[in-house]
């Protein structure tokens, strides 16, 4: 209790705290415009962070994780255009609110069911935590080398239409990984004897080309195209005693199943606010209202996605593995500024660790303050055009590019893969599995190589250890899953 | 119909015997991992998810035969997409050699006028404020040393 009380201190601290703040906010701004997504906001702030102490970089990132989750809400409420996939169930029923002059309270709703579905995952993120890095602990490099398999099988959990299409992007980020130093045998593998690409393709550069430059070119589509404007004056913000009594029942297992699904790698906020979506219709008195303008239907989906947050950082903090594309966006950050999460982070800064649960439940203290308070700045938010917008995001691209390494390569590096990713989204190959490759490959190979140099060179004892053999067949499962899941979409 | 997965396919099975080629090329070590482990599996899964997209192309163009669709390259998109790529690349060529203070502004109006900006005083106000607030955290907070003019 006494390391929370610490983290609280280090958090609140006047140097710190503006830096959760800002997190927050621009999560939120960042959220509420449709085409910025929270892994591009993680991946803009990745310049300025590199600056920071690794701690307060980590409640920064926390920020705007949380904060994009929820201001994805905002757009979907008032011009039914969702600013994050997570938040796509939100519109449902969000937008006929709004229709009706009731964005006020749709807002209201989103904002308390968002925050007490963050609270609620990060109450279970700090109980989970902990004991997981314990079991973890036990891990040699044969379980993490399963483990870092059972990561790659997100690749075809986040493969969107395709899972062929999916899977070759996330083999290209394999073989974009394994261009540079062996740290085995020191070898330049696909180097062409051009220096620079030695030491491989730096990952910063990497994240900027194909999540943020290649979304610039996509923007280049909507030059001419009007964003729908909300007109209506937003009034009744806070939603009444009865309302929230009745709707409290469906936050609560909402945030609890957003949670549980966000433990769960490959799933992700989407998935989990169309299921608690779906339960609250399924025990509604009033199902036929749904989709008519029930505040359920926004609580519900809103309280899940944000659940999702604390979910999806267990698996993040304890084993290393993402449990979706916002985390692997994160865990690409977390190693860019040398924090290599696992259950030696806990034991070995466990002071980064308790500054970032306490970073993550003030966010949502964040989350709802500002929520509430700026509900009538948010149609302005959304009137930002894209010809101010793109254009700045994209100086700052160059700039985070350049800042790492001080290296025009690296700006170049960025626009590269800002084309490669671009063409390769235009014609539905996802960016997120080759992020995945580019960020899980070098680590899965470094345990590969450490296994077997322990057994001297047996391939066998990598099927040895029962932990190992479990992560191999949740993968297999995993896999199946996704067969069948393109499969069943399918038909 | 299909012609995306033949032609990627096509690109990544040729990327992928390229690259595996090149795998001969490493030096065979004998004790735990040789380099050339790790590049050849990954080069040897791309090349068969590679095949198996070729196929789906294939297949689609055989079962959708008679139909002919074929999207239209949207022309004012596509130049846009063009200068905006080559202007990014004119940006890194020329940053060193004029400084980021004159170059950024620039770079940024361009982007401005690609995306169809038409107010001028946006044009002009958006660049250089931007590239002020940006030299001021990374130069004077950070201390990035940000390409310099020479004769400053």
């Known amino acids: ?238 939603p009444s005693r009865q309302d929230m009594k009745r709707l409290i029942k469906v936050i609560i297992p909402a945030s609890f199943l957003g949670t549980l699904i966000g433990i769960i790698p490959g799933t992700g906020g989407a998935i989990a606010s169309f299921m608690a979506y779906n339960e609250a219709k399924r025990f509604s008195k009033d199902p036929e209202s749904f989709g008519k303008g029930n505040l359920a ?120 893969f800002g084309i490669i990713g671009y063409f390769m989204r235009k014609h539905g190959f996802a960016a997120a599995p080759m992020i995945l490759g580019v960020i899980l490959g070098p680590l899965a190979e470094r345990e590969l190589g450490k296994a077997l140099i322990m057994s001297h060179g047996n391939w066998g004892t990598l099927f040895e250890s029962p932990i190992a053999l479990f992560f191999y067949g949740i993968s297999a499962l995993s896999i199946g899953y996704s067969i069948l899941r393109t499969h069943w979409s399918r038909k | 119909m299909g012609v995306t997965e033949i032609v990627f396919g096509s690109i990544f099975l040729s990327l992928s015997v390229f690259f595996f080629a090149l795998t001969f090329q490493f030096p065979e070590v004998t004790i735990a991992l040789s380099p050339t482990v790790f590049p050849r599996f990954v080069t040897v899964s791309l090349a068969f998810l590679s095949l198996v997209l070729l196929a789906q192309g294939i297949l689609k163009r055989l079962h959708g035969g008679g139909e002919k669709r074929r999207d239209k390259v949207d022309r004012p998109y596509a130049i846009r997409f063009v200068l905006l790529a080559t202007m990014g690349f004119v940006y890194t060529r020329i940053l060193e050699s004029t400084g980021y203070i004159l170059a950024t502004p620039l770079f940024i109006a361009g982007t401005m006028l690609v995306f169809n900006e038409k107010k001028w005083h946006r044009i002009v106000l958006v660049p250089i404020l931007t590239t002020a607030l940006l030299y001021a955290v990374f130069r004077m907070i950070f201390r990035v040393p940000l390409p310099r003019f020479p004769l400053w």
């Open chain 1, 1 to 238: 209790m006494s390391a929370l009380y610490d983290g609280l201190a280090y958090v609140l601290n006047p140097f710190h705290f503006p830096f959760l703040f800002i997190g927050v906010a621009g999560g939120i701004v960042v959220g509420a415009l449709p085409g910025l997504t929270g892994s591009v906001g993680i991946i803009l702030l990745l310049p300025f962070i590199y600056y920071l102490e690794p701690a307060t970089s980590l409640i920064m990132l926390s920020g705007m994780f949380c904060g994009a989750i929820y201001g994805g809400s905002i757009s979907a409420i008032l011009i039914s255009t969702p600013g994050t996939p997570s938040a796509a169930a939100t519109v449902l029923d969000g937008y006929p609110l709004a229709e009706k002059g009731e964005a006020g309270r749709a807002l209201g709703v989103a904002t308390i069911a968002s925050a007490i579905g963050g609270i609620i995952s990060t109450l279970c993120m700090i109980f989970i935590s902990p004991q997981l890095a314990q079991f973890a602990l036990r891990f040699g490099p044969e379980e993490y080398f399963a483990l870092m398999v059972f990561g790659l099988t997100v690749i075809a959990s986040v493969s969107a239409a395709s899972l062929v299409k999916g899977l070759v992007s996330g083999f290209s980020g394999l073989l974009i990984a394994s261009i540079g130093l062996d740290e085995l045998t020191g070898y330049a593998r696909f180097s062409f004897d051009i220096p620079d690409l030695m030491t491989g393709f730096p990952m910063l550069p990497v994240l900027i080309g194909l999540f943020a430059i290649s979304q610039i070119f996509i923007e280049l589509g909507n030059v001419d195209k009007e964003l729908k404007r909300y007109k209506q004056k937003i009034k009744g913000v806070l």
């Open chain 1, 297 to 416: 239907g926004v609580a519900a989906p809103e309280a899940a996605n944000n659940g999702t947050t604390g979910g999806a950082m267990v698996p993040l903090l304890t084993l290393g593995i993402p449990g979706d594309v916002v985390t692997a966006v994160m865990l690409g950050a977390l190693l860019v500024i040398g924090v290599r999460p696992g259950p030696l982070l806990f034991q070995q800064n466990p002071q980064i660790i308790h500054a970032l649960f306490v970073g993550f439940m003030l966010a949502q203290f964040l989350i709802l303050g500002l929520g509430l308070m700026s509900v009538r700045i948010f149609p302005r938010v959304l009137k930002v055009p894209v010809s101010i917008l793109f254009p700045i995001i994209f100086g700052l691209c160059f700039l985070g590019a350049f800042s790492l390494n001080n290296s025009i390569y690296d700006m170049l590096v960025a626009l590269l």
